[in-house]
């Protein structure tokens, strides 16, 4: 929410939103990857940008992980190569060379639980690892897949694959920005509350009341554990994508549908065979036996 005010600010535009990029479009095509939106591929070099891009004259700041690892220095800014991407490019990775499926995200909204233990990457049946992309998108944990998130990621094949520099490309924001959409929708549906949170036992900075980093003012992630608009102040504009039927569903929903139609005829066949029976029976005089004083006056009358 502070980016999207600095943008407003810099714009001059009080209604400027942060936008999305739906990644789980599936396919080797980057949707947003053109020239008037975050860059086209470079006709010259195949990881670079293209020139008729603004960001092809971004450079990278952080590069350089090794160095701050080894050495224990800070990052002081320091400018170094052009942003690199080249979507579906990484032939040694062919898991990789393909955005998720909208099938991925329903699945991964189905979920149930937040987080599970050992509240990490190796977690299995949690939705925060599942959107994270460290499980099978129905949320099992298997050490071979990337989903989602991290799919989306690695799909970059450049910058953006790279953890450490991957703000640096500025698609960063959007891929972050529809993975927060995600994580709205689920606590729409699953209206859970604070206590699915993991108190302790997650990494630093992870659980229930520990302060998110590297943010600044601290805010702890139980904060952060809400709906939006209620909230936060901000809502998303996505249309959900519904989820086709299974041969299982569909066989079931075929059966249920068989019932109710046996059920129907069954009620209109009865309600025909009670009309034809109401109308063959016998009608009988309104007055006989019952009134016989006023039977024998009606015959003295009639005589008369």
């Not at 350089?64 to 690199?84: H, K, M, W």
């Not at 569909?250 to 129907?264: G, Q």
Request: net charge negative; glycine share 4%.
């Amino acid at each position: 929410m502070q980016l999207e005010r600095d943008m407003q600010n810099l714009l001059q535009d009080p209604s400027f939103a942060l936008p999305y990029w739906n990644f789980a479009i599936g396919g080797n095509k980057c949707d947003i990857c053109t020239d008037d939106l975050v860059g086209a591929k470079s006709n010259f070099e195949q990881n670079l940008l293209s020139p008729n891009s603004v960001f092809s004259r971004w450079q990278v700041v952080c590069e350089f992980v090794e160095d701050y690892q080894s050495l224990g220095t800070i990052c002081n800014n320091t400018a170094s190569s052009p942003i690199r991407r080249n979507p579906a490019g990484n032939i040694d990775r062919p898991m990789v060379q393909r955005l998720p499926e909208p099938e991925d995200v329903l699945l991964c909204l189905e979920v149930n639980l937040f987080d599970t233990p050992p509240f990490f990457s190796n977690s299995t049946e949690s939705f925060r690892n599942t959107i994270e992309g460290y499980s099978e998108p129905s949320g099992q944990y298997n050490p071979t897949v990337r989903s989602l998130h991290n799919l989306a990621h690695l799909f970059l094949n450049g910058t953006g694959g790279q953890t450490h520099v991957s703000p640096n490309d500025p698609i960063f924001v959007l891929l972050h920005t529809f993975t927060d959409a995600v994580f709205e929708e689920w606590l729409k549906r699953h209206t859970t509350d604070f206590n699915q949170y993991p108190l302790e036992d997650a990494p630093i900075g992870h659980n229930r009341q520990y302060n998110m980093v590297p943010f600044w003012p601290p805010v702890t992630n139980i904060e952060m554990f809400v709906l939006a608009p209620d909230h936060l102040g901000y809502a998303y504009d996505v249309q959900w994508p519904s989820r086709a039927l299974g041969s299982t569903e569909m066989i079931t929903v075929a059966v249920i549908a068989a019932l109710v139609l046996v059920a129907m005829i069954f009620m209109g066949a009865t309600c025909a065979l009670r009309r034809r029976s109401r109308k063959s029976e016998v009608l009988q005089p309104l007055l006989g036996e019952s009134y016989p004083h006023y039977a024998e006056d009606k015959e003295n009358t009639q005589s008369v």
